[in-house]
Structure formats: structure tokens, C-alpha cells
């Protein structure tokens, strides 16, 4: 019986060494960095924020507060995750051993409203970073940054770490897209060697071409590139409730008012071409009458509403069909 | 098919025969083009006349110096220029950096005036180059278009197009001294010479071909839409199958010459054979040699044997070819794209590697108003043009065609290009409505209803059906147009149209290109016009004011201008060659003092110089494009310069009491906000480029002296300090002053007014 003292002063360190565990910072780390093997970057949510952002700590950590919820309508949140998700896994695998000691996390609006209100954030997605010894947060919104491509967010990473190892990003091989690639082209390929002399003739056939030619030329110099570049969006609304179709301003655009504008170019060429070769190869006067008032109707017309919507475009022009000159209003 | 009219001929019958005689027709047509190009000169001088005789913008302002530089010191030294003037402490190897074509044509144009006693300034020469080319590019333009079809008047239509036409007046406005004044018709004359030899077949012809661009090289960097629009047009003539002794004539004596005459400049050198964007060129130039042979070895060999030739050796040397460039390329002896060529493919290359390029505004894709406002009705007119040459698919209609894709994509990436699609467009929309015109506007009408002429018409029509490759809407046969009604109805609206186009293109070139940039027009309230001269007269003052050799440091838009205008060093200026040097003065002008000053000290700065918007409204000016400063800066010392440190924690880009530490404490805030609000009663300074309320205190400068403010404080000027006398730093000495000084300050100075004329 006298042994059992000594079994409860022995037990005793193991009892405080059990009950220290949560709080200890490496057994956070590992707890956290287990999860993040399984699925990284990690999900937190109020509570595991706040254990993992606990101030003593020897480890980085950086959160990436963003908002998913197509409610929030945050378009640059959905653009980043893959990003993101990219960047923590690609560094997670070149860093096996943990030695860079850094946990990559992800905070959604709808788990953690209240690590939001309590950073008074106001834009998503931004990105937090805790360096490891101090009480310090840095932040990143990202929408001030010049591009958002995982790079970006590396470089800025590896910078707020000194000597630590920093895994590169990489970008996973596709097999996939190479597999139905490469099938695609052999497909296309064998086809085309078979179906060849049916081919042949619609590949050859003028027709055709002029038709490429035009829509080719029509899609340029509607704008279309611009939306490319720009990403513009499709259509806007008019702040009530309605649809816009053009966007004010000479330097902006929209998706479909490249597309009209692209049709009232169309039609007018077609209109000009219709008057110059198949009006005069219609064989009946009367006929041919109705054609030309027809065709110059729609010339006109289209021409007089391309030239509205300039105005529309260009407060000043002073320009109109039917009177040919407005005065600046 | 054509019906003769009544016997007795009408008057306005006698009036069409009035221009059939052919020497009369040549004269009216050598009248016309005459008138064209007196339209086309008269149509961009608006800024001449209502300003004065001055260079445009910035660039220009380089060209004229290098101009005056060659006019006084002749050819060979002008090739040697070394000029210490520029890019201080660098310096920059002008004579070899530069497209010298331009300089040496105004210069060519100075001394043959000369010769004839005529005096004449060189400036005048400069400032009228780009109208006086707009002449020959009209004619040019007629010479194309002739090329195109059988029907003269389009020819003159193009000419007429060209000349008047915004999308080339925005290049090309008096004193517009650039490089794309001359490039322009350059580019016209050596399609046109390309067609020709290209339908003649001719050594002649293609060597004339060849001289043009090698002209055009030294003109302009835009020439790689030549080197890369021509063997397009060879390769896609080789795979419709229209391979021709003629093509592989005039394509081998173009690429000979012209690849050898292009090496002649000295910035080019060895690009054309060691760069993608010259290799299509290259490739097609082997290609077309191989084609030659094979069609040699066919007229030679059997069916069979051909047949097995052509598979093993067409692989067997595609291979080759293939490897070859991959072993060159990853050898480093072709150079991979260069990033301005790069960024037309890939859009989002350039916003991401090269942020100098994203910079330039110039560099932005294109929206659809600028087409309508550049091109007005041509540009609905050009799809019926490039239609229209499908109908006989020769040779230069495949151009045509060629071009108008390639020059609507690339005008649609880069608003810049817009320049090199104009010509077509001119072309084809030319072709259109001449057709139409001649459609509606001949005299004679067909006899309604002719049995004969039906039976007539089907016999051919059934032909024109049975023979392939031809267009759909060409199907039936030509008969005409019958009634007065649909002449009179349709050539009134084409009229119209005409008549519109050309208030179109007065009413944009007098309103949106025809300012000078350097100095800037508004109206009073009375609507009389006021000008705003600040540009000038700060470069004056640092003429008048400074020392010969005062470096002036400004961000690089300005360089050309002070360099050329106030005649001092710069460090850095418009030709962006050394991102390192310009992110030296982004990194001075976007951190605080302390850490500028000794930037500034390292590089002899004596005066810094800013332009700031904030009084007049005017939104061209330096803090908006600060954020510029700092990307490019950051580039190079990410660890010193934060691009995010210049938002708010919320994300905004702020200037008022709101804008961050960084922000406030930046050299180029400092500078365009000292003593801003002293301006104005307490707690009204306003930011009228931004809108938004200043904070009563202004910040505060220790390391510079504001030298001069210009009268609308569009122009800001500061001088570096020297160092302390007895070593203080300059925060401490500045103190020291201030508190020394406050009483009296306070008594000396009131409030600043705003000169008010």
C-alpha cells in the first residue's frame, strides 16, 4: 500500500502532462496538420479559428476568409479557391516533413460570421497571415492585388517566411484533358481521312468560306475580343429591376450588346451586298422593285437606330439619321 | 445582255459620253485624286489652326529632337548618336535604338527644300510631314484598290476613304511627328507593290516590293504586320492550291531583298533570322522552295513514284524543320516571342509579366464604339467588300480577304492597330459601294421582260450553276436595274451615307483628334475658348531658370518632352528600353523621403517634377498613375515597394484624410498635395480629379524646395536640397527652421490665392 503515493506522484506529471495537451502549441500544430493531410486547406469555423489563431504559438498559420455563398455574389471568392486550394495542397505535398510549420486554412462567411464581425471585414476574399511568434496578423485583400493566381500568393507567403522551406506551386497534370486530347485528334484525324471526299467539297466550297470570312470579321469588330480580355459581363441590370442592354460609357460594353451590334452590322452588309448582286439578277421589274425598296427600308432604318444607340454610347455625337444633325444638348 | 437605249440621246446621255473619252477620264481622274489629297491635308490641321504650329504629345517630341539632331550634324554622326541626355547616368545609344526612317525622310525633305531656296523651318517640316504622307496614302490606296477590281472610281472612293477616315487621322494630325506618319502610306505602298509583283510575277516589281519595306522596317515596328501578312498570304494561297511560278518569284525576291535590307537597321540587326515573329516569314520562304522542287520532281517523275517521294520526303523534312527550331529555340538561339508580340496572342501574358506594357493605354483591346467612331459606315460596308471578293477569288482578292481577318483580330486586341486595319477597310468598303453605286447609278435599263433575253438568261444560268466554286447570291444571270425609282431611291441613300461619313470624320477629327495634348483647350462660361498652357510654361521656366546640365527627374511619360521642350537631362523617358532605371524613379517617387532622397542624391537629381490634376480637374495626371509607379517598382524591390500598402485595409485607393500611412508619407503625394490646401478657406480643399475633400493640414516636405508651380498647378516643380551644412539629417534641420521661423512665417505669408486672369 505505501506504493500507491508514489504511483500518485508519479501519475500526477502524466495526469498534468494530459490535461496541458490541447493547450500545448506543437499539439495543436500536429492536431491541425493532421486534418490538413486529409483535406487541406483546412475548414475552420469560429471556434477552430480561434484555437488554432491562439496567440502563443510556434507555428504560421493563413486564413483565407472568403465567401462562398452565391448570395454573397462574390465573384473573385470563386475565382481564387482553386487557387488557393491549389497552392495549399501543392505545398502541403513538397513539404512532407512539416518543417516550414505552416497550416493553410479557409474560413467561410456562412461558418464564421462571427471572426468577420470581429475583424470588421467588409470585402472577401482576404487573406490572413499569422507569423509564427508574434501576436501579429498581416493582411491580404486580394482584390487590390494585380492578379490572383497562386504565384502571387506564394511569392507573398515565401516573403512573410524567411528560412523556411517554400514548396513551388504545381499545377497538376491534366491526364484527363491530354487523354481526350490526344483521342479527340486521332478521332478528327481518322475521320477526316475517311469522310475526306465528302469533306472535301464543303471545305472547298466558296460559300462557305465567305461565310467564315464575314462572321469572323463581324465578331472582331463588334468588340468581341474586348470581352475576352475584359471577362465582361453578359448583361447588366438597369438598378431597376429591368435589363440594360447597352452600357453607357464609349470604353465599356456588354456581352450581348457586342452581339446586337454585331447583327445590325451583319444585316447592314448583308443589306448592301443583297443591292449589289442579287437585285440586279432579279429578272422581274415588279419584283425587283419591292426588293430594292425593301432592302434600302432596312438600310436605312438599321443605319438611323446603329447610329442612336452610338448616342447612346457618346453623349456628344451629333449625329442622327432622319434629321442628320441634332444639336448638342 | 446590255439593251441599247433610245437612238436620240437624252442629255444626261450626252453627259456620260462627255467622260468616255479616255484622255479626259485620265485627267478628271488625276484632278480628283488632287482634290482627295488637298482634302486629306486640309482635314488635319485643325490643331495648326487653332492652336499653332507645335509638336503633339510625347513621342513626337523625341523625333523632332533626333530630327533637329541630324539636321545639324549630319547622317553618320546621327548614325553614331550617343546621346548623355537621356536615361541619366546611362545615357542611351539613340543611333542604334531608334527607327531612323522617319527622322531621315523630314530630314531629306529639309535639305531638298533647302537646295531649291526654299527656307523653311525644320519644325514646320515636322509638324506637316503627317498630312503632306496622308496625300500619298490616299494615292496609294487608289493603287491598291486597282489592283483589286476593274472599276476605276473605286480606286478613287478608297482614296477618298483613306484619306478623310478617323481611324488614320488619329495617327496623323499635323504635328503628329511620329513614326506611324510615314508608316502608313509605307505599309499601303508595299501591299500594293506586293500585289503587283505578286500578279505580274516580276524580279522588277517584287525588288521594288523589297526596297518599300525595307523603308518600312526602318520606319516603324509595326513592319512585323508586313513580314507576317505576306507569307500568310503566300501560305494560304500553297494551300488552295494556287501555287504559281509567279508567287514563288515575287515571294523569294521580296524575302531575299527585304530580309537583307531590314538588317540594315541598326536596331534590328539580327532579328530576322533569330526571333519568332520574322520566323513565318523564314518558314514559308523554305516552304515555297520546297513546293518548287516538288512540283519540278512531279513534271519528272511517274505517278507511283511520286506519290511515295512526296510522303517520305515531306516528312522527313518537316521533321527535320521541327526539330531544328525546337533544338534552336531551347539552345537560345531564336529568341522566344518578345513580350509586346506575345501579349496580341495571349491577353493575359501581358497583364501579368509585363506590367509597363499594361501601362500604356495604347495597349488596351478595343471596344465597338471605337470602330464606329474610327470608321464610321466603312465598317459595315467592309464585310459586303470582302464578301463582294469572293465573287472572282483571284490572287489579291485571297489578300483581301487575308488581311481583313488578320487586321480585325489584332484591331480588336490592341486599340493601336487599329491604324493597320484602316487601309482595308477602306479598301473593301470602297469596293462595296463603288459596286453599288455603278449598280444604281448606269443610265441604261434592261427591256422588261424579253423572251429572247430570258432563254439567254437560263442557257446561262444553268451554266453558271453547273460550274463549281462560285458564290450563291452569283447564281443568276446579271440583268440589271429597272426602274428610276430604285436608282434615284437607292443612290440617294448612298449619298446620304457619303455625305454623313464625311461630317463623321470632321466632326471627330476636330473634336477628338486634333488636340495637342501639350497644350490644353477649354471654354468659358461664355463659350469663348481658353487655353491652358502649363506644360510650356513649366518647361520654359526649367529652361530659363535651371542649369544646362540639371537632371530633372519625372516619371517617364514626360521625359520626351523635357528633353526635347526644356532641353535638360532626364532619367527616364518615353522609350521604356531599362524597366530597372524607370522602377528606380517609381521606387523614389513612391516611398517616403527618407528613403528617396538617397535615390535621388545617387542619381544627381536636381529637380523633381510633377503633374498633378487636382486643381483644374484634369485626370492625366501623376497620382493616377501612381499606382503604375508602384506595380512597376514593386517588380523589381517586392520587398521595399507594396503595391496593397497603398489601399485602405477596406480595399480602396484613397488621397484624402482617409489614405494610408504609406500613402501620405510617398514622395509623390507629398509633392502633388504641398501647400494644396493653403489654396483654399479652412477645411474646403477639394481634389477635383478624385472628388474628395483634403485634410486640412497639408503634408509636409524636408528633402525638397518647391521651385515652381505652374499657373493652373498642373506642373509642380521641386528642387533636391543639398545636403545640411553642419550634418544634420534633413527632417531635423527642417524642424529646426520651423520652429525658429513659425511667428514669422505666419505674419509673411497669407493665404495663397489662385491667380485668377
Given at each position: ?9 508519479l ?9 496541458k ?9 500536429n ?30 498559420v ?47 462567411f ?20 499569422f ?19 497562386s ?21 497538376p ?73 447597352f ?6 460594353q ?38 430594292v ?26 449625329f ?7 444639336r448638342?444638348? | ?18 467622260g ?17 489629297a ?11 489652326i ?18 533637329k ?23 542611351r ?17 529639309y ?16 509638324v ?7 496625300g ?12 483589286m477590281?476593274t ?88 494551300c ?31 532579328l ?28 519528272a ?21 521541327l ?61 459586303a ?19 481583313a ?6 484591331a480588336?486586341?490592341m486599340v ?82 457619303l ?12 473634336n ?39 537632371k ?22 518615353n ?10 524613379v ?5 516611398s ?68 494610408t ?23 474646403q ?58 511667428k ?9 490665392t489662385?491667380?485668377?486672369?
Amino acid at each position: 500500500m505505501r506504493w500507491l503515493p508514489l504511483f500518485i506522484s508519479l501519475a500526477l506529471p502524466f495526469g498534468t502532462l494530459a490535461a496541458k495537451k490541447p493547450s500545448s502549441p506543437a499539439d495543436t500544430f500536429n492536431d491541425f496538420h493532421t486534418k490538413a493531410i486529409s483535406t487541406t486547406p483546412v475548414k475552420l469555423a469560429d471556434s477552430s479559428y480561434k484555437k488554432l489563431t491562439a496567440s502563443p504559438r510556434d507555428y504560421s498559420v493563413t486564413v483565407l476568409l472568403t465567401a462562398m455563398d452565391a448570395r454573397f455574389g462574390c465573384q473573385l471568392c470563386r475565382e481564387f479557391q482553386p487557387e488557393w486550394d491549389l497552392l495549399a495542397k501543392s505545398w502541403l505535398k513538397g513539404d512532407k516533413n512539416a518543417e516550414s510549420r505552416i497550416i493553410f486554412s479557409t474560413l467561410d462567411f456562412s461558418d464564421g460570421r462571427d471572426t468577420f464581425i470581429s475583424l470588421s471585414l467588409q470585402t472577401a476574399p482576404v487573406l490572413l497571415f499569422f507569423p509564427p511568434p508574434l501576436a501579429l496578423t498581416l493582411f491580404l485583400v486580394l482584390k487590390v492585388l494585380f492578379d490572383t493566381t497562386s504565384q502571387t500568393v506564394h511569392a507573398w507567403l515565401s516573403r512573410h517566411l524567411p528560412d523556411r522551406p517554400h514548396p513551388p506551386v504545381k499545377r497538376p497534370v491534366n491526364y484527363v484533358a491530354w487523354a481526350v486530347g490526344v483521342v479527340s485528334t486521332l478521332g478528327i484525324a481518322g475521320a477526316l481521312a475517311k469522310a475526306g471526299p465528302y469533306i472535301l467539297p464543303v471545305v472547298q466550297n466558296r460559300n462557305a468560306w465567305a461565310a467564315i470570312s464575314l462572321i469572323g470579321i463581324l465578331m472582331f469588330t463588334s468588340g468581341h475580343m474586348f470581352n475576352q480580355i475584359r471577362k465582361v459581363p453578359y448583361v447588366a441590370g438597369d438598378g431597376r429591376g429591368g435589363i440594360s442592354y447597352f452600357s453607357a460609357g464609349f470604353q465599356n460594353q456588354l456581352g450581348m450588346e457586342t452581339q446586337i451590334i454585331a447583327f445590325i452590322y451583319g444585316l447592314l452588309s448583308f443589306s448592301a451586298i443583297a443591292l449589289i448582286m442579287k437585285v440586279p439578277r432579279v429578272a422581274d421589274a415588279k419584283k425587283q422593285q419591292v426588293w430594292v425598296l425593301l432592302w434600302s427600308a432596312i438600310l436605312f432604318l438599321l443605319y438611323s437606330f446603329l447610329l442612336s444607340i452610338f448616342r447612346i454610347k457618346n453623349g456628344g455625337y451629333p449625329f442622327s439619321l432622319p434629321p442628320l444633325y441634332v444639336r448638342e444638348r | 445582255m446590255a439593251v441599247a437605249t433610245a437612238s436620240d440621246p437624252s442629255p444626261i446621255q450626252v453627259l456620260a459620253d462627255f467622260g468616255k473619252s479616255k484622255s479626259l477620264r485620265t485627267l478628271l481622274r488625276v484632278l480628283i485624286l488632287c482634290f482627295i489629297a488637298g482634302a486629306a491635308v486640309s482635314s488635319r490641321l485643325f490643331s495648326v489652326i487653332r492652336f499653332e504650329s507645335i509638336i503633339h504629345e510625347f513621342d513626337p517630341w523625341f523625333n523632332f529632337r533626333a530630327t533637329k539632331y541630324l539636321v545639324a550634324n549630319g547622317f553618320y554622326d546621327f548614325w553614331d548618336w550617343f546621346d548623355d541626355r537621356t536615361w541619366h547616368p546611362l545615357g542611351r545609344v539613340t543611333g542604334g535604338t531608334l527607327y531612323p526612317g522617319l527622322m531621315v525622310t523630314s530630314g531629306a525633305i529639309y535639305h531638298a527644300l533647302r537646295a531649291l531656296t526654299i527656307p523653311v523651318d525644320i519644325r514646320n517640316i515636322c509638324v506637316l510631314l503627317a498630312p503632306a504622307f496622308s496625300g500619298l496614302t490616299a494615292f496609294a490606296a487608289y493603287l491598291l484598290t486597282n489592283e483589286m477590281t476593274t472599276n476605276t472610281s473605286a480606286g478613287l472612293l478608297a482614296a477618298a476613304f483613306m484619306g478623310i477616315t478617323p481611324g488614320y487621322i488619329s495617327r496623323s494630325v499635323a504635328g503628329s511627328y511620329d513614326n506611324e506618319a510615314i508608316a502608313i502610306f509605307l505599309l499601303v505602298f508595299t501591299f500594293y507593290l506586293w500585289i503587283k509583283a505578286l500578279k505580274l510575277g516580276s524580279v522588277l516589281w517584287g525588288a521594288l516590293c523589297a526596297l518599300f519595306y525595307g523603308y518600312m522596317v526602318a520606319s516603324w515596328g509595326g513592319y512585323a504586320f508586313i513580314t507576317c501578312l505576306v507569307p500568310l498570304h503566300a501560305f494560304v494561297l500553297i494551300c488552295m492550291g494556287r501555287y504559281s511560278t509567279r508567287l514563288y518569284v515575287s515571294y523569294t525576291t521580296w524575302y531575299a531583298l527585304g530580309t537583307l535590307a531590314s538588317m540594315q537597321i541598326p536596331f534590328v540587326g539580327f532579328l530576322p533570322v533569330r526571333t519568332s515573329e520574322h520566323m513565318p516569314a523564314l518558314g514559308i520562304f523554305g516552304f515555297l522552295q520546297l513546293v518548287a522542287f516538288i512540283y519540278y520532281i512531279r513534271s519528272a517523275l511517274s505517278g507511283a513514284q511520286f506519290k511515295a517521294f512526296l510522303f517520305v520526303g515531306l516528312g522527313a523534312v518537316f521533321g527535320l524543320a521541327l526539330l531544328g527550331l525546337v533544338a534552336m529555340t531551347s539552345a537560345g538561339y531564336i529568341a522566344p516571342w518578345s513580350g509586346r508580340f506575345y501579349s496580341l496572342w495571349d491577353t493575359g501574358y501581358a497583364k501579368i509579366h509585363i506590367p509597363i506594357i499594361a501601362s500604356v493605354s495604347e495597349h488596351q483591346p478595343t471596344a465597338w464604339p471605337a470602330f464606329f467612331f474610327d470608321l464610321n459606315m466603312l465598317i459595315w460596308l467592309f464585310p459586303a467588300g470582302v464578301y463582294l471578293c469572293f465573287q472572282d477569288l483571284k490572287d489579291e482578292h485571297v489578300f483581301v480577304v487575308v488581311y481583313a481577318l488578320f487586321g480585325s483580330y489584332f484591331a480588336g486586341v490592341m486599340v493601336r492597330l487599329m491604324l493597320t486595319l484602316t487601309p482595308i477597310v477602306c479598301v473593301a468598303a470602297a469596293m462595296a459601294s463603288s459596286q453599288l453605286l455603278s449598280t444604281f447609278l448606269s443610265v441604261k435599263s434592261p427591256k422588261a421582260k424579253d423572251p429572247e433575253q430570258e432563254d439567254v438568261a437560263d442557257v446561262s444560268s444553268k451554266k453558271t450553276k453547273q460550274s463549281a466554286g462560285s458564290l450563291r447570291s452569283a447564281n443568276s444571270p446579271y440583268v440589271g436595274v429597272y426602274s428610276f425609282l430604285s436608282k434615284g431611291l437607292v443612290s440617294g441613300i448612298m449619298t446620304i451615307y457619303l455625305l454623313l461619313f464625311v461630317l463623321h470624320c470632321t466632326w471627330v477629327t476636330s473634336n477628338a483628334y486634333s488636340s495637342p495634348s501639350v497644350v490644353l483647350a477649354s471654354r468659358m462660361p461664355d463659350g469663348s475658348q481658353h487655353i491652358i498652357d502649363d506644360y510650356r510654361e513649366a518647361y520654359q521656366w526649367l529652361r530659363q531658370n535651371t542649369k544646362e546640365d540639371a537632371k530633372i527627374m519625372s516619371w517617364w511619360d514626360y521625359g520626351y518632352q523635357i528633353g526635347g521642350m526644356a532641353d535638360r537631362p532626364t532619367l527616364v523617358d518615353n522609350n521604356t528600353w531599362n524597366n530597372t532605371h524607370i522602377a528606380t524613379v517609381g521606387k523614389a517617387m513612391s516611398s517616403s523621403e527618407e528613403v528617396s532622397y538617397p535615390i535621388m542624391r545617387q542619381h544627381e537629381v536636381d529637380y523633381v517634377l510633377v503633374v498633378f490634376g487636382g486643381l483644374l480637374g484634369y485626370s492625366g495626371d501623376d497620382i493616377n498613375k501612381f499606382l503604375w509607379m508602384v506595380r512597376i517598382a514593386e517588380g523589381i524591390w517586392p520587398d521595399e515597394v507594396s503595391e496593397r500598402k497603398f489601399f485602405t485595409p477596406r480595399g480602396e485607393y484613397r488621397v484624402d484624410g482617409e489614405a494610408t500611412e504609406t500613402m501620405k508619407n510617398s514622395l509623390m503625394y507629398k509633392m502633388s498635395y504641398y501647400n494644396y490646401h493653403t489654396l483654399f478657406p479652412p477645411g474646403q480643399a477639394q481634389d477635383r480629379v478624385r472628388g474628395v475633400r483634403l485634410p486640412d493640414t497639408g503634408p509636409v516636405l524636408n528633402t525638397l524646395d518647391e521651385a515652381f508651380t505652374s499657373e493652373n498647378w498642373i506642373i509642380r516643380i521641386y528642387k533636391v536640397k543639398d545636403l545640411d551644412n553642419v550634418g544634420r539629417d534633413h527632417a531635423a534641420a527642417a524642424s529646426f527652421e520651423r520652429g525658429h521661423k513659425k511667428k514669422k512665417a505666419t505674419k509673411k505669408r497669407g493665404p495663397r490665392t489662385l491667380r485668377v486672369d
